[in-house]
T-cell receptor, first 111, second 112 residues
Framework: SAVISQKPSRDICQRGTSLTIQCQVD?????MFWYRQQPGQSLTLIAT?????????ESGFVIDKFPISRPNLTFSTLTVSNMSPEDSSIYLC????????FGDGTRLSIL | QKEVEQDPGPLSVPEGAIVSLNCTYS??????FMWYRQYSRKGPELLMY????GNKEDGRFTAQVDKSSKYISLFIRDSQPSDSATYLC????????????FGKGTKLTVNP
């Protein structure tokens, strides 16, 4: 199993600012992912966080907007840059261990 | 056409009812199908997974896959208020890089 701690759990931010979300796992995992869950929309994969190399982004997501770090096998960060109201969403960290596990998400509101 | 389609509901049933949750998918090559349960303000958790066609039962939950019609279902028997959550279907795409693709989720409320 894997227990994921995600911080912050929620935040309210001003337009144009950036926020970094942290994801800590209680065991070493190879695969870590970042998802976005917008109201009324499917859980959507933003990128796969690769340890020791650049993240792999899905179509529609770019590194300049969502830079990701993965310094080791238990930790990753996602930054939401130059935020606009359209970025208001829940952002979830996920890992693949014996199955796919998800953190409880970061609820982000942009004013 | 989206890869996975799911009616978002909401769905409200009395305690003890049989609940049927459904999804359709577009690619007949998909073989791994999952159901996740997501309680309010929590992350999704894997409830059941099935491979290929047929039924899989786990207690009050039954997952069913009909590959001929590209239709997946989750049945909940004797539903309980604690089953109130959003249920998300997901498929595992294959070929190249594996990726989980989710439906929008169906919000279920079981009323005591």
């Amino acid at each position: 199993s894997a227990v994921i701690s995600q911080k912050p759990s929620r935040d309210i931010c001003q337009r144009g600012t950036s926020l970094t979300i942290q994801c800590q796992v209680d065991s070493q995992v190879t695969m870590m992912f970042w998802y976005r869950q917008q109201p009324g929309q499917s859980l959507t994969l933003i990128a796969t966080a690769n340890q020791g190399s650049e993240a792999t982004y899905e179509s529609g997501f770019v590194i300049d907007k969502f830079p990701i770090s993965r310094p080791n096998l238990t930790f990753s960060t996602l930054t939401v840059s130059n935020m606009s109201p359209e970025d208001s969403s829940i952002y979830l960290c996920s890992v693949e261990s014996d199955r796919r596990y998800f953190g409880d998400g970061t609820r982000l509101s942009i004013l | 056409q989206k890869e996975v389609e799911q009616d978002p509901g909401p769905l409200s049933v009395p305690e003890g009812a049989i609940v049927s949750l459904n999804c359709t998918y577009s690619n007949s090559a998909f073989q791994y199908f999952m159901w996740y349960r997501q309680y309010s303000r929590k992350g999704p958790e894997l409830l059941m997974y099935t491979y290929s066609s047929g039924n899989k039962e786990d207690g009050r939950f039954t997952a069913q896959v009909d590959k001929s019609s590209k239709y997946i279902s989750l049945f909940i028997r004797d539903s309980q208020p604690s089953d109130s959550a959003t249920y998300l279907c997901a498929i595992l795409t294959q070929g190249g890089s594996e990726k989980l693709v989710f439906g929008k989720g169906t919000k279920l409320t079981v009323n005591p």
